[in-house]
Nanobody, 129 residues
Framework: QVQLVESGGGLVQPGGSLRLSCVVS????????IGWFRQAPGKEREGVSC????????YYTDSVKGRFTISRDNAKNTVYLQMNSLKPEDTAVYYC??????????????????????WGRGTQATVSS
């Protein structure tokens, strides 16, 4: 059974940082692309970042480039999203996703959340003073 469990969300002031973690079980990070999506109240789900297996590359939506960094630790089956210089507009529930078709991890794939088969339950990140 595939499970993705997010953690690390919380309340932070503008300019602060959070590191989200996604612990994956039931599949191997060697063969799956992992993505982070977010959804703010009243808005559609938005792709934030993704990482391909091996040295396949990383992708970011324009609004987080230079501020967010995605990484993975295959030994721990964990993917991280380091979020720096946070802004109030980053406030959302952040979801971890997995997809076996690694082409889903692309700039275009980040606009298509339905391309991803497996989803976690999300973790809330709130940026507010």
């Amino acid at each position: 059974q595939v499970q993705l469990v997010e953690s690390g969300g919380g309340l932070v002031q503008p300019g602060g940082s959070l590191r989200l973690s996604c612990v994956v079980s039931g599949l191997s990070l060697d063969h799956y692309a992992i993505g982070w999506f977010r959804q703010a109240p009243g808005k559609e789900r938005e792709g934030v970042s993704c990482i391909r297996p091996s040295a396949g590359g990383t992708y970011y939506t324009d609004s987080v480039k230079g501020r967010f960094t995605i990484s993975r630790d295959n030994a721990k089956n964990t993917v991280y999203l380091q979020m720096n210089s946070l802004k109030p507009e980053d406030t959302a529930v952040y979801y971890c996703t997995a997809e076996g078709d690694t082409s889903a991890c692309s700039s275009y794939g980040l606009t298509k959340p339905r391309s991803y088969d497996y989803w976690g339950r999300g973790t809330q990140a709130t940026v507010s003073s």
